[in-house]
C-alpha cells in the first residue's frame, strides 16, 4: 500500500517473529481456514500527533489452512480511489491463538495475528514501512447473496475529510443505507466533524458481484456510484457477511472523504 501512552512507534519496534507462548491453548494455522470478510485502514509511520497519508481497504482474505493467506481488498487512500489491491504471503498461529501474516506478494508487510471465536474471526495489527496497519474480519458465508433484499440497512463508521488530497479533518458517520430493486441504492447519513453536524443525502445505482458458492475470486462483493445534491460523487465497495445479504461491511471514497462502515438489517 505503497497504495495505524505505549505509543505506536512503540508497538510497531517490538519483533513480530517470535510470539511468547502463553499457556496451553488449542489453536493451530488449521483454525483460519477458508473465506474471510476484511477491513485494513492504516496511518503514515509518524511520531507527529498529525499524519498526511491514510489507506482504507475492505475486501476478502483467504487462509488455507496451512500457511498461505491471500487478501483481496478495494483500497482508498487520500491521493487514489477504488484500487484493487492483492496481498499474499504466509501465516502461522501457535496454540495460544496469536501469530503472524508474512505478505511478499503485493507489498512487503508484517503483521501479528490473533483467531479468536472459534476460528471464526481474527484481528490483526503490523506495518509496511510506509503505514501502522490494523485489520479484522469474520467467515464469509459458504453461498453469497443472489440478490439484496428491498429495505433500509442502518450503518455507522469513521471517515477522514479531505480538502484536494490533504487530510483536513475527522469524523463520525452513521444513517440508513436503502436497496430498492435490483440496482437502486440511497443513502441518509448524519455527519459529525470538527463540532458541527450536517446531512448528506445522496442516490445511485449499486451491480452486485456473482453469486453462488464463494471462491476467492467472487467474495459476496457489490460496487455502487450514488451523487449528492451538490454533485458530489461517492464511489463504495461492499463486501456482504451474510448469505441474505443482510449483514455487510463497506468503504466510501469521494473527493471530500473517505470512511468505513458497517451495515445490517433493522
Known amino acids: 500500500m505503497k497504495v495505524h501512552r505505549i505509543t505506536l512507534a512503540a508497538l510497531l519496534a517490538v519483533p513480530l517473529l517470535a510470539q511468547p507462548q502463553i499457556g496451553g491453548g488449542t489453536c493451530s494455522s488449521a483454525t483460519l481456514s477458508g473465506n474471510y470478510s476484511a477491513t485494513l485502514t492504516g496511518r503514515d509511520l509518524s511520531s507527529a500527533v498529525t499524519f498526511t497519508t491514510t489507506t482504507e481497504g475492505v475486501g476478502s482474505v483467504t487462509f488455507d489452512g496451512l500457511s498461505k493467506v491471500t487478501f483481496t481488498l478495494t ?13 499474499a504471503g504466509t501465516y502461522s498461529l501457535q496454540a495460544n491463538c496469536v501469530g503472524v501474516v508474512t505478505i511478499t506478494s503485493g507489498d512487503a508487510a508484517s503483521f501479528t495475528l490473533e483467531a479468536y471465536n472459534q476460528g471464526k474471526s481474527y484481528l490483526l495489527t503490523g506495518q509496511d514501512g510506509v503505514y501502522g496497519l490494523s485489520g479484522s474480519g469474520s467467515l464469509l458465508p459458504a453461498t453469497c447473496p443472489a440478490s439484496i433484499t428491498t429495505g433500509s440497512y442502518p450503518f455507522n463508521g469513521t471517515g477522514l ?32 466533524a470538527n463540532g458541527t453536524s450536517s446531512n448528506v443525502s445522496s442516490t445511485g ?7 453462488g458458492t464463494q471462491t476467492i475470486s467472487q467474495n459476496c462483493t457489490a460496487t455502487a456510484t450514488l451523487t449528492d445534491a451538490l454533485g458530489n460523487t461517492y464511489k463504495l465497495a461492499f463486501e456482504f ?4 445479504g443482510n449483514n455487510f461491511i463497506f468503504s466510501s471514497a469521494s473527493a471530500n ?10
Open 241 to 244: 457477511t451474510s448469505a441474505s
Open 75 to 87: 483500497t482508498n487512500t487520500n491521493k487514489t480511489f477504488g484500487t484493487a489491491q492483492t496481498l
Open 161 to 192: 475529510a479531505l480538502t484536494g488530497s490533504t487530510i483536513s479533518g475527522i469524523f463520525n458517520i452513521l444513517g440508513i443505507v436503502q436497496f430498492s430493486g435490483p440496482s437502486t441504492i440511497a443513502i441518509n447519513a448524519f455527519v459529525a
Open 205 to 211: 445505482t449499486y451491480t452486485l458481484g456473482t453469486s
Open 257 to 266: 472523504g473517505l470512511y468505513t462502515a458497517s451495515g445490517r438489517s433493522l
